[in-house]
């Protein structure tokens, strides 16, 4: 069986459809734990206090926000050298998904960084560039909704999505592209002493499955509602025809 089968709307429909209810449960159970339990079961930190517990909230959706993008670039990529039209729908179904990540993730840090530096906003690059992303999140859903041809629109906003992948590459690495900045290191590391304490870790790590499993579904969800509204499209377009 190959992979490209998915690419066709009946396929996907047919294959999606019990995968949705149940991805949807599996993200429900798992917010619910890490949040309950990362908000409600953990101590607070020694330096930072009860402002800690912002994290199971905060890394999740800045996470998802970044790779939101990347599965937008992915299911781009496809569209512009397969011209599957599934992988089209789906970036566009991604795309306020993503975009209400990256306001999550602004909102948190906001309310997490005011008492750690005595200022709701700072230009650290981090910061910018995730700005910045989220105004590519806001462009990209415009200029899908400006354009009347389906085909154009999704040539134009997979081009758009490489454009935007540069600021979803800095948001992810800024730390690494500039030395000074107060946004602090990762949270979740390959280095085993820049990870949080255990304590913190493993209710962010069932927060940070809630949110992938809450991505999917929401994905599927829309991407199942566009193919639907794009057949919709065709049945109309044939009746003004007849």
Same mark, same amino acid.
């Given at each position: 069986?190959?992979?490209?089968?998915?690419?066709?709307p009946?396929?996907?429909?047919?294959?999606? @459809?019990?995968?949705?209810?149940?991805?949807?449960?599996?993200?429900?159970?798992?917010?619910?734990?890490?949040?309950?339990?990362? &908000?409600?079961?953990?101590?607070?930190?020694? +330096?930072? %206090?009860?402002?800690?517990?912002? $994290?199971y /909230?905060?890394?999740?959706? @800045?996470?998802?926000? $970044?790779?939101?993008?990347?599965?937008?670039?992915?299911?781009?990529? $496809?569209w512009?050298? !397969? !011209?599957?039209?599934?992988? @089209?729908?789906?970036?566009k179904?991604a795309?306020?998904?993503?975009?209400? &990540?990256?306001? $999550?993730?602004l909102?948190?840090?906001? /309310?997490?960084?005011?008492?750690?530096?005595?200022s709701?906003?700072?230009?650290?690059?981090?910061?910018? #560039?995730?700005?910045?992303?989220?105004? &590519?999140?806001?462009?990209?859903?415009?200029l899908?909704?400006?354009?009347?041809?389906?085909?154009?629109?999704?040539?134009?906003?997979?081009?758009?999505?490489?454009? %935007?992948?540069?600021?979803a590459?800095?948001? +992810?690495?800024?730390?690494? =592209?500039?030395?000074?900045?107060?946004?602090?290191g @990762?949270?979740?590391?390959?280095?085993? *002493?820049?990870?949080?304490?255990?304590? =913190?870790?493993?209710?962010?790590?069932?927060?940070?499955?809630?949110f992938?499993l809450?991505?999917?579904?929401?994905?599927?969800? +829309?991407? !199942?509602? *566009?193919i639907? #509204?794009?057949?919709?499209?065709? /049945?109309?377009? +044939?009746?003004?025809? #007849?």
């Amino acid at each position: 069986m190959s992979l490209w089968e998915y690419a066709n709307p009946r396929k996907f429909m047919a294959t999606t @459809a019990p995968l949705v209810p149940v991805v949807s449960i599996l993200a429900g159970l798992c917010l619910a734990a890490g949040l309950v339990w990362g &908000f409600f079961f953990t101590p607070d930190d020694f +330096r930072q %206090g009860s402002t800690v517990k912002i $994290i199971y /909230l905060h890394v999740p959706a @800045a996470m998802m926000a $970044i790779n939101a993008w990347a599965m937008m670039l992915v299911a781009s990529l $496809i569209w512009l050298v !397969r !011209r599957h039209h599934v992988s @089209a729908l789906a970036a566009k179904a991604a795309a306020p998904v993503g975009m209400t &990540f990256t306001m $999550i993730a602004l909102a948190t840090g906001a /309310l997490w960084g005011q008492p750690m530096w005595g200022s709701w906003w700072e230009w650290d690059p981090r910061l910018t #560039a995730f700005l910045v992303l989220f105004l &590519f999140y806001l462009g990209y859903q415009a200029l899908w909704a400006a354009i009347e041809d389906p085909d154009s629109a999704a040539d134009l906003t997979s081009v758009l999505c490489l454009v %935007g992948s540069v600021f979803a590459v800095i948001s +992810r690495y800024a730390l690494l =592209f500039w030395n000074q900045g107060l946004h602090q290191g @990762a949270s979740l590391s390959m280095d085993a *002493e820049e990870n949080v304490s255990d304590v =913190f870790w493993l209710p962010l790590v069932v927060s940070i499955a809630g949110f992938v499993l809450l991505f999917v579904a929401l994905v599927l969800y +829309r991407t !199942r509602t *566009e193919i639907r #509204a794009r057949r919709l499209q065709a /049945l109309e377009a +044939r009746e003004r025809m #007849a």
